[in-house]
């Protein structure tokens, strides 16, 4: 028994140290990759126009209002932080993002702490936590995603709550309901794709009535409830906005196949930079071991309601997930940014390539050879790729950064054969071809922009004495930190993010991702934008006409599409 306790305290020690060595890690890699991007800016703007009494608007009326944001909770986070503590957004977004990104890494040790391991390897669950922390936090996306000021973050660790909150809670019970669909809410207004784990959140619910035979109790439908914000928020971006959708969609959709190939290639970056085909071969030789067993494993899932109603609730997460990905990845063609919608997989990958090395019955020391060769395979691209850029911090060096890792690792190992770095090349390739459509464009780069526009733009307590009772107009294409520092010039966004006419000018004029809306001709003239900026200084010119607030309607009313 004494021996029995001592192994048990040894172990929940080690745990512990694990957790702290893993929180003091996540630190030290969201000091080294922290980050500011101009997009982020466009949400600082918006908080912005809250606070001085205007609402979320981009610019204030007669302006009309335009939702350029895609992340409402993160938007009224930051402003009730701003009003709490005193801290603006630039200042508070990256310590809040620290602190969902340490959400993340608790859950994603708390999932490997109560996963079913098989016999062989449940002994070995500390050393599991520690090599799946070390694929966390040795993946050169999640670190690049726990700072940027965006709200990317706080959607990942929302979105890791909701599904541990279905899987752990006890079955059954209105208190599972209840933070299932409160988290799945919130997943929602974080971003408009949580609307799909939202809708995955209602077929949980109706499997979950299903198996109890129709017998749920007034808590378990009252606990449902938290969803009426999906509706709520919708009807409210309808009347404020006019809209069911963000502006975003309208500026960012460009239903050409150029996108789907687009995708395939982000896709194909990201397997090829993390050694995906480890977890991918997993998976398969899995399904394949399923199948050869199907018989007894139905028997199983049919002789057991728990195991059942586990299996069909990872299933229905598991599909919504794969449909989000799908969105982006076929819709959409990847991101802008580097792996920033693949990021909330991070963890994902980790874990789950726990839970199939313990289902097709994997021996420790065939696990750990599996998990040693995926963590090695997974830090080559990255790292190299770090390493050739982590001093890049021009606007010159960064804009459109393409670094050949090929290249970087002939010179590094010499010794490397012609095979691999072929591979390799292929990875530059794919990246190449993206970063010239702006797509997948790496963290650096957009740290190096940030660095650029607030060496050559006044900091915001010189720009917010800019003002003029004559409605100052402005045009640019990059509007974020610009429209943060002049909080009180109207900008005319040029890429139509924050701009309804703009948004909804079909013709597509370029093949760069979020770059191709361009106004109509005449648009950005009707405006008579009089606000001039040189050397860090701003200067608003008089107009030979006035511009007024039926001007300003009239602009808007002509060219709406």
């Not at 784990?197 to 949980?204: E, N």
């Not at 819709?331 to 920033?340: A, K, M, N, S, Y």
């Not at 006044?458 to 509007?479: K, L, M």
Request: glycine fraction near 6%; hydrophobic fraction near 55%; proline fraction near 6%.
């Amino acid at each position: 028994m004494a021996r029995i306790l001592f192994v048990a305290k040894s172990a929940s020690l080690a745990i512990a140290l694990i957790f702290v060595a893993g929180f003091a890690a996540l630190w030290l890699g969201w000091k080294a990759f922290w980050f500011l991007t101009d997009d982020a800016f466009i949400a600082f703007r918006y908080v912005s126009n809250q606070r001085l009494g205007h609402g979320l608007v981009w610019n204030p009326a007669p302006f009309r209002p335009v939702e350029g944001y895609t992340s409402f909770l993160w938007v009224i986070l930051l402003s009730a932080v701003w009003k709490a503590t005193g801290y603006d957004p630039p200042t508070a977004a990256n310590c809040l993002a620290l602190g969902f990104a340490a959400l993340t890494l608790a859950l994603t040790g708390v999932a490997v702490l109560k996963m079913p391991l098989s016999a062989a390897l449940a002994p070995f669950r500390p050393r599991a936590l520690a090599v799946v922390f070390v694929g966390v936090l040795s993946n050169r996306t999640f670190l690049a995603w726990t700072s940027s000021g965006l709200e990317t973050a706080m959607f990942n660790a929302l979105l890791l709550a909701w599904i541990g909150a279905w899987l752990w809670l006890p079955r059954h019970t209105a208190r599972r309901v209840a933070a299932t669909a409160t988290l799945a809410a919130l997943v929602y207004l974080t971003r408009p794709d949580g609307l799909l784990f939202a809708l995955a959140s209602a077929a949980l619910f109706s499997g979950d009535a299903w198996l109890r035979e129709g017998k749920w109790r007034a808590a378990d439908w009252l606990a449902v409830a938290p969803l009426l914000a999906v509706p709520a928020h919708l009807v409210w971006r309808r009347s404020f906005y006019g809209d069911w959708l963000p502006n975003t969609h309208y500026a960012k959709s460009d239903p050409r196949w150029l996108w789907v190939t687009s995708g395939a290639r982000y896709a194909l970056s990201f397997i090829i930079e993390y050694a995906l085909w480890f977890w991918l071969g997993l998976a398969l030789f899995a399904v394949w071991t399923g199948l050869r067993q199907r018989r007894a494993l139905l028997d199983r899932l049919r002789r057991d309601p728990a195991r059942l109603e586990t299996a069909l609730g990872v299933a229905v997460i598991g599909l919504s997930l794969a449909a989000q990905v799908a969105y982006y990845t076929l819709v959409i063609g990847g991101d802008h940014f580097e792996f920033r919608v693949y990021s909330h997989l991070v963890p994902l990958i980790f874990i789950s390539a726990l839970w199939l090395l313990s289902a097709v019955g994997a021996r420790p020391m065939r696990a750990a050879a599996f998990g040693a060769l995926f963590l090695a395979g997974s830090l080559v691209i990255p790292w190299t790729h770090w390493l050739a850029t982590k001093d890049l911090t021009s606007r010159e060096e960064t804009a459109f950064m393409k670094v050949s890792v090929a290249d970087a690792l002939a010179r590094r190992a010499p010794w490397l054969p012609r095979s691999a770095l072929a591979y390799v090349r292929w990875y530059d390739s794919l990246q190449f071809w993206l970063i010239d459509h702006a797509v997948c464009m790496r963290h650096q780069e957009h740290k190096g922009f940030y660095l650029f526009l607030m060496r050559v733009l006044p900091p915001r307590e010189v720009g917010e004495q800019v003002r003029d009772d004559q409605y100052p107009v402005v045009t640019q294409t990059s509007v974020g930190v610009l429209a943060w520092v002049l909080p009180h010039v109207n900008v005319i966004d040029e890429h139509g993010l924050n701009d309804y006419v703009v948004a909804r000018n079909a013709q597509a004029t370029g093949d760069l991702m979020a770059h191709f809306r361009r106004p109509p001709p005449g648009y950005l003239e009707c405006f008579r934008p009089n606000v001039a900026i040189r050397d860090g200084q701003v200067k608003v010119l008089p107009r030979a006409i006035p511009l007024t607030a039926d001007d300003i309607r009239r602009c808007e009313a002509d060219f709406k599409p």
